[in-house]
């Protein structure tokens, strides 16, 4: 596949800020304090999580389309999205007094397509299609051929590289210390794109960490084999981050200009989206913890150091929150699933807990359908423990007096129903 380079223009940058002056908030970059002293750094928050469309995407969005002509005003817009760059597409459509059709797949919750829908009010209509991103984005790009739409990318294109490059200024104008290291969340690459070429203009030393999901590391693949790749399969978990397959616009800036991309498992960032609600009282989306989620990899080499990590959004659906604390309980070792044979006499099931469970481990899972003739039921069983060191003495325990069946956690084609 051939590369289109670009390289970014700090004066279009420049420019794009004194656009979206009136648009987008001038978000705090805000010391805090907890993983501050927890890292022995000074560590900041830069809260795009505070824009009104509650992202960074505004920025981008709002850049390219009051860029277009008046022929492409007057024929619309249209874009695919299901979630954040929607929003920001949606709020500037309204602003710009700019019809646009935003297509989403079918399965988008109900909360996600009123946002957009209050955000862009009568200029905006909502179409979904299809059940994944992707069969959103081709309808989406079928109608801009047909009808000559102009299509918002939300990643690869240079006016909104340009765009969410402003989130790189406004970090360097905020402060006056020297940043040594700031950490930022890497999806299709047009933020890490943007804030890249900004910073390392105007602050040569500073590195610039980007951080990916494990379960879509499509930036990483593509600068480890040095061209672009689109990737079979994705854990879509972080919506605001899970993409297939980067830009070739974004790839190449990133290439040159990200000092490292590292990947972060979904239940570490899933239980930063835990800590920051419980004990900082902030709300973020799978997304906007990612750059946090990183830290406890870069420990020793920030300690001492000024850091910034973007937090990108706050677009959480509550009724996520079940599969959040399950996902980070997994991933601290303190949820196991198991099958569990009970012999088929009274009194089985109440030996097990009893005798078998130590007083602080918890049933938070259980299917049994009792058979006949059969010497030996089972039951899959889910239990919460307090302690990792608590699994192994567990098993133990359930060989000993034959009930363990067998240990599911570590078997992804069975364990996919339970999770």
Do not use: W
Request: charged letters at 25%; hydrophobic letters at 40%.
């Amino acid at each position: 596949m051939q590369t289109t380079t670009y390289f970014l223009n700090l004066k279009n940058v420049e420019t794009a800020a004194e656009k979206l002056k009136e648009v987008v908030s001038l978000t705090p970059l805000s010391k805090n304090e907890r993983y501050s002293n927890q890292f022995g750094c000074n560590l900041f928050f830069k809260r795009e999580d505070l824009q009104q469309v509650r992202s960074y995407k505004i920025r981008g969005a709002y850049n390219k389309m009051s860029s277009l002509n008046e022929v492409q005003i007057e024929n619309g817009i249209v874009c695919a999205s299901a979630g954040n760059h929607a929003q920001g597409v949606a709020l500037s459509c309204k602003l710009l007094k700019i019809k646009g059709t935003i297509y989403m797949p079918a399965p988008t919750p109900n909360q996600k397509i009123e946002q957009v829908k209050m955000f862009g009010e009568n200029f905006i209509e909502v179409i979904l299609v299809g059940d994944t991103f992707d069969d959103a984005y081709d309808a989406a790009k079928l109608e801009c051929e047909r009808l000559n739409k102009t299509f918002i990318h939300p990643f690869n294109d240079e006016k909104v590289i340009e765009g969410q490059a402003t989130v790189g200024l406004e970090i360097l104008k905020q402060t006056k210390q020297p940043i040594d290291y700031i950490f930022i969340p890497v999806g299709g690459g047009g933020l890490a794109a943007g804030l890249s070429l900004v910073v390392k203009q105007l602050s040569p030393t500073t590195k610039i960490i980007g951080v990916e999901p494990e379960g879509a590391p499509s930036m990483s693949v593509a600068i480890q084999k040095d061209r672009i790749v689109e990737l079979k399969n994705i854990d879509r978990f972080v919506d605001g981050a899970a993409v297939k397959k980067v830009g070739d616009k974004t790839f190449e800036i990133c290439k040159q200009h990200l000092d490292a991309v590292i990947t972060v498992p979904e239940g570490k960032i899933c239980q930063t989206i835990l800590e920051l609600y419980n004990k900082d009282a902030i709300v973020v989306e799978p997304a906007g913890a990612l750059s946090i989620s990183a830290l406890d990899e870069y420990s020793d080499t920030i300690k001492g150091k000024n850091v910034v990590c973007v937090v990108s959004g706050s677009n959480n659906d509550i009724t996520r929150t079940p599969e959040i604390k399950e996902r980070a309980l997994l991933h601290a070792n303190l949820k196991h699933y198991f099958i569990i044979k009970f012999p088929q006499r009274a009194g089985a099931l109440r030996e097990f807990v009893v005798d078998i469970l130590g007083p602080t481990d918890d049933i938070t899972h259980f299917e049994y359908t009792k058979k006949v003739n059969r010497e030996n039921d089972v039951a899959v069983v889910g239990l919460e423990l307090k302690s990792p060191n608590d699994l192994q003495p567990l098993i133990t325990k359930m060989k000993r007096h034959n009930f363990y069946g067998d240990y599911l956690n570590d078997k992804p084609d069975l364990f996919q129903f339970l999770v």
